[in-house]
T-cell receptor, first 113, second 113 residues
């Protein structure tokens, strides 16, 4: 069974630009969650989507948004990039209908210059 | 104060040692407890998943949960150089599912041959 796939693996953007990250969950998983990982803050929850609806949201500004498609694939968008947005963005999936644990992809490393 | 506090490390042990990794938490609603291992430039990999208090063993790994003390541990027996990684504890509530998990900051372990 294929794992969680995230593209691209690396991104370099300039302040003020916007970026879109993509995630394909494990087959059969209907929940996709996004996390930001930085050395100073650790893993911070951004949001979770289940059946194309945002089910949970973390404490990030509105510049961070996401969506989920009917095939459970998800995208995350960050607008008006700031230097502090440089981080590893991790996507994780679960079945979503029970309390099965998260399975992570290898992340997208975003660098904002 | 963070909801989940993890012993920061770093931890360095000789090959074959028993390793103890620990987390405390303050949120009584946490019911599901996970341990992840993260290698450099990779996403977190699920090691152990437990519900409620007690012990769970899987090979060289034992997860222990004490809900009365709000304390969880991961023990690694006969540690190997390949166990060198960052270990993250994570917890989730029944109502929000694992999609919104709360993570510790991680403990970096080095096992020396």
């Amino acid at each position: 069974k294929a794992g969680v796939t995230q593209t691209p693996r690396y991104l370099i953007k300039t302040r003020g630009q916007q970026v879109t990250l993509s995630c394909s969950p494990i087959s059969g998983h209907r929940s996709v969650s996004w996390y930001q990982q930085t050395p100073g803050q650790g893993l911070q929850f951004l949001f979770e989507y289940f059946s194309e609806t945002q089910r949970n949201k973390g404490n990030f500004p509105g510049r961070f948004s996401g969506r989920q498609f009917s095939n459970s694939r998800s995208e995350m968008n960050v607008s008006t990039l700031e230097l502090g947005d440089s981080a590893l963005y991790l996507c994780a999936s679960t079945r979503g209908s029970d309390n099965s644990p998260l399975h992570f992809g290898n992340g997208t490393r975003l660098t904002v210059t | 104060q963070k909801e989940v506090e993890q012993d920061p490390g770093p931890l360095s042990v000789p090959e074959g040692a028993i390793v103890s990794l620990n987390c405390t938490y303050s949120n009584s609603a946490f019911q599901y407890f996970m341990w992840y291992r993260q290698y450099s430039r990779k996403g977190p990999e699920l090691l152990m998943y437990t519900y409620s208090s007690g012990n769970k063993e899987d090979g060289r790994f034992t997860a222990q949960v004490d809900k009365s003390s709000k304390y969880i541990s991961l023990f690694i027996r006969d540690s190997q150089p390949s166990d060198s990684a960052t270990y993250l504890c994570a917890m989730s509530e029944v109502d929000t599912n694992a999609g919104k998990s709360t993570f510790g900051d991680g403990t970096t372990l080095t096992v020396k041959p």
